[in-house]
Nanobody, 120 residues
Framework: QVQLVESGGGLVQSGGSLRLSCAAS????????MGWYRQAPGKQRELVAC???????KYADSVKGRFTISRDNAKNTVYLQMNSLKPEDTAVYYC??????????????WGQGTQVTASS
């Protein structure tokens, strides 16, 4: 069973940047398409970025041009660089699997997530 541990969240002013990390246990991590999801209070969890094992990427329209997803298979880690943060980006961010076309597909148990707060 793969375990996911997210980190790197925090409180920033609008326009600021953060880099999230997701460390995964297990040697098969490199085979999976991985993504970053977020859930704001009172809203459903949504997929914001997805990266295949070959590093092809997909983004939600709301973050395109501001967020960059990447991965280091040797470290079993996926990253999310978030620039030009807006108050509407405030949410708990999670990583999990996804489909290469950018669709929701969470195969692993959810980690604890990491809180991102962008103040206005």
């Amino acid at each position: 069973q793969v375990q996911l541990v997210e980190s790197g969240g925090g409180l920033v002013q609008s326009g600021g940047s953060l880099r999230l990390s997701c460390a995964a246990s297990g040697s098969i991590f490199s085979l999976y398409t991985m993504g970053w999801y977020r859930q704001a209070p009172g809203k459903q969890r949504e997929l914001v970025a997805c990266i295949t094992s070959g590093s092809s990427t997909k983004y939600a329209d709301s973050v395109k041009g501001r967020f960059t997803i990447s991965r280091d298979n040797a470290k079993n880690t996926v990253y999310l660089q978030m620039n030009s943060l807006k108050p509407e980006d405030t949410a708990v961010y999670y990583c999990n699997t996804c489909l290469g076309d950018g669709s929701y597909l969470a195969l692993f148990s959810w980690g604890q997530g990491t809180q991102v707060t962008a103040s206005s």
